[in-house]
């Protein structure tokens, strides 16, 4: 990973030395990098910027932010900062969206919102009324029930509104297709809905996916089918001008993907393409959750037990659960870093790490080799990490509530440079046993509505 680094047996991640933070502040810790956020955003725009001009390609990139990934305030705010639009996908995702459009208009510029998923009559009624409040919204059309909701609607002026094909994923899940996105047959539907009236503006085509199990050759396949799509949609829609790939951008751990090659590539695809077909290059929209995010989160933990039931590992506990740590591992099989922070120069051993609860399932190792190998542990402590947990971890667990056993939270840093200078703000510490208590409402008032 770009980020990490390991000299004089040392961990650095960063810049950071983990196993002097660790040491000075325990565990279980998280610390978040916001100057990371800001890096993979400015890096990719510049990417496709450079790629841009010398290709000469007509279109503009827009880097979109995926909220979803993660919902922090202090990385939602960040990436708001440094993107060009905000990519929502539920009512309330808005409704957040929204806060910081209003809080923050002095950063707007000229950015605006992009609304995917399935809507809700609330999510689509909000879409209105942010449109017609004056900020610019994308409503990226799901269904045929949110087309009729919008058409019967009435508008000082048009709201821009994009498709969601439903096409193949070909990698990722499988080659299937999903449930979002409109079908063939509804497509058909929908353009005859949008012909003759002045009410919503077609402007994007959109299209999902799957960005960490990236394959050059099938991302390409659908490349060409939105392309074509596009083409064929813009023969009775003049206003289109947006090609918006959501969850595409390719995400990997050795570091040895050259985003700079990856987007000039796309962007000489996309304009030869467009060129072959004589029509107008189309701006291009990437909604980015996973590359944003992950990389801006560290793990660390301490290894509290050792135990031997299995004559080919040791078992290495950790003061955490993992099933609360990486959940994103256990619900879709996102690969997860583990890396011993200290003790580098002892022999490695064959260990499984597993969480301090009860369940056989809480534990993690590399699935092909059966182990992960550890320092052996002498007489110093052992602190272990996990990179790469910032997106999706907190938005599926009850982060900040009845957690796995009950075990603690981990106390969370924030980091960020403030003239050069890196800075640590604690901004949450670890519960203690009466905040837990009344996270699971241990209340007697409370006891007596059942009795």
């Avoid at 590359?291 to 078992?315: A, R």
């Avoid at 922070?341 to 499984?352: A, C, P, S, V, W």
């Avoid at 910032?390 to 056993?405: E, K, P």
């Amino acid at each position: 990973m770009k980020y990490l680094q390991t000299k004089d047996n040392k961990v650095f991640y960063n810049g950071v030395d983990l196993t002097a933070f660790t040491e000075k502040n325990g565990t279980p810790t998280k610390i978040v990098f916001l100057d990371i956020v800001e890096n993979q955003i400015t890096f990719l725009k510049n990417c496709f910027d450079k790629a841009i001009e010398k290709t000469k390609y007509n279109g503009k990139f827009f880097y979109l932010n995926a909220n979803k990934a993660n919902y922090a305030s202090e990385i939602v705010y960040t990436a708001f900062k440094y993107s060009d639009a905000i990519e929502t996908s539920s009512y309330y995702d808005l409704e957040l969206s929204y806060e910081f459009f209003k809080t923050f208009k002095s950063e707007v510029k000229n950015k605006f919102l992009v609304c995917n998923g399935f809507k809700t009559a609330e999510y689509v009624q909000k879409i209105y009324d942010i449109h017609t409040e004056g900020t610019k919204i994308i409503d990226i059309i799901d269904d045929l029930n949110e087309l009729d909701y919008l058409l019967g609607k009435e508008y000082n002026y048009p709201l821009e509104i994009g498709f969601r094909i439903n096409i193949e994923g070909l990698y990722g899940h499988k080659a299937e297709r999903d449930r979002f996105g409109l079908s063939e047959k509804d497509l058909k539907v929908a353009v005859s809905k949008l012909k003759n009236q002045s009410k919503l503006k077609l402007t994007t085509v959109h299209f999902h996916q799957r960005g960490f199990e990236y394959e050059d050759e099938k991302f390409y396949i659908n490349i060409n089918k939105i392309a074509n799509y596009y083409i064929a949609l813009k023969k009775d829609f003049k206003s289109i001008q947006n090609l918006d790939i959501g969850g595409g951008t390719p995400w990997f751990y050795d570091d040895k993907f050259n985003y700079e090659k990856w987007a000039n590539n796309l962007i000489l695809c996309l304009k030869n393409f467009f060129d072959e077909k004589g029509v107008l290059h189309p701006n291009l929209f990437i909604e980015n959750g996973k590359y944003t995010t992950k990389d801006c989160i560290v793990n660390l933990y301490s290894v509290v037990g050792v135990k031997n039931t299995d004559k080919n590992f040791l078992w290495y506990i950790l003061d955490t659960s993992l099933m609360m740590a990486i959940p994103e591992h256990y619900m879709c099989g996102e690969p997860m870093k583990f890396l011993a922070l200290n003790n580098l120069e002892n022999k490695k051993i064959k260990t499984k790490v597993c969480g301090i609860t009860c369940d056989c399932d809480d534990i993690f190792f590399d699935q092909e080799k059966g182990y992960i190998l550890m320092p052996k542990i002498t007489d110093k402590k052992q602190f272990i990490g996990i990179v790469g947990t910032g997106s999706y971890q907190d938005s599926l667990t009850a982060n900040a509530q009845v957690r796995h056993c009950l075990v603690p939270n981990e106390q969370k840093f924030v980091s960020f440079l403030k003239n050069g200078e890196r800075k640590f703000v604690l901004v949450k510490n670890t519960k203690s046993p009466n905040e837990v208590l009344k996270d699971v409402d241990f209340d007697k008032k409370y006891f007596k509505l059942f009795n």
